[in-house]
DNA sequence: GCCATTTACATGCATATACATCTATATTGT
DNA sequence: ACAATATAGATGTATATGCATGTAAATGGC
């Protein structure tokens, strides 16, 4: 019978990855629960940060969500929550009526700020149990395999 | 103003994993849309074949969702719509009234050896792209940081 | 044996994810 | 300028994810 190597599926270098995402989530988003926001969340808050940082008048959905790797219908509904909290906005782009540019508000601002030290606690103690070689070593395999399959 | 280092929160494994497992999982999901399932339905129905190969009785919800590091609710809701497509099936364990002993059907045996050849070849793509050795680092980098934050 | 506690699973809720499709606007070819 | 095409974003639908809570069954203390 069988006819499927299990050894060979077993193997799946996505399910490795969905796995480790589903643990380490866990922890980055019970170090933020103090401050209301989950890993994701503060993820778009960084982004957007930086680029209020570079006095970019907004980001479109377009671009956020290239960087980001996300369908940009799935980076419009997640920065509904945001919105609602105040920590978002966004604004007609002044060259084109089809785009929103989102910005990161003085709440919003606020918030990271806050959010920063318990994120801090997260990404400290999976650095010191994994080693920093290592974590940064996963941090470069990791984007590289995300620029691989740009698009 | 800013008071926030951009280059560090930028730094974010949690996101750095998430972003990587967004673009990787849509490879092996488009490459199984032909066979009409998932990276992760593929996922689960490996494990139960995993566990049918062992002569093992089922996989009660609670020790797969272990193995899977997914939270026991979430894997309930991922096997209904393998369940309904028949490739799974569950019955009560005899030990434990509590428990519901899920296993992989004669179907869901088909699927997933009609399966296989298309998730080769993203598993493949990945592989030959990122480089051999790369990907087997990164997989152990993966299961090293799933294994440290065991529960 | 009985009651308190623990465990296994299901369900309600909120967020996360992407594809197909729709609308509105911009761009391009002529 | 106009028509055809392309692009930006929103919405419908399905799956994925975890927490809080509820129900039923097992376990432990006595």
Same mark, same amino acid.
């Given at each position: 019978?069988?006819?499927?190597?299990?050894? !060979?599926?077993?193997? /799946?270098? /996505?399910? +490795? @990855? &969905?796995?480790?995402? &589903?643990?380490?989530?866990?922890?980055?988003?019970?170090?933020?629960?103090? %401050?209301?926001?989950?890993?994701?969340?503060?993820?778009?808050?960084? #982004? @957007?940060?930086?680029? =209020?940082?570079?006095?970019?008048?907004?980001?479109?959905?377009?671009?956020?969500?290239?960087?980001?790797?996300?369908?940009?219908?799935?980076?419009?509904? $997640?920065?509904?929550? @945001?919105?609602?909290?105040? @920590?978002?906005?966004?604004?007609?782009?002044?060259?084109?009526?089809?785009?929103?540019? %989102?910005?990161?508000?003085?709440? +919003? #601002?606020?918030?990271?700020? !806050?959010?920063?030290?318990?994120? &801090? +606690?997260?990404?400290? =103690?999976? $650095? =010191?149990?994994?080693?920093?070689?290592?974590?940064?070593?996963?941090? $470069?395999?990791?984007?590289?395999?995300?620029?691989?399959? !740009?698009?």
């Amino acid at each position: 019978m069988s006819d499927i190597d299990i050894r !060979e599926i077993a193997d /799946c270098t /996505c399910a +490795g @990855l &969905r796995r480790a995402t &589903r643990r380490i989530t866990q922890l980055y988003d019970h170090a933020l629960v103090p %401050v209301g926001l989950t890993a994701n969340q503060f993820s778009l808050l960084s #982004h @957007l940060y930086g680029a =209020e940082m570079m006095k970019v008048g907004g980001l479109s959905i377009k671009l956020l969500a290239d960087r980001l790797g996300m369908d940009p219908s799935t980076l419009t509904r $997640n920065l509904k929550p @945001l919105a609602i909290k105040g @920590l978002v906005a966004d604004h007609a782009d002044p060259k084109d009526g089809r785009a929103r540019l %989102v910005t990161i508000t003085a709440r +919003g #601002h606020s918030k990271l700020k !806050e959010a920063v030290p318990h994120w &801090r +606690g997260a990404q400290s =103690e999976l $650095n =010191e149990k994994l080693g920093a070689g290592a974590t940064k070593q996963l941090r $470069n395999l990791l984007d590289a395999s995300f620029a691989i399959f !740009e698009t």
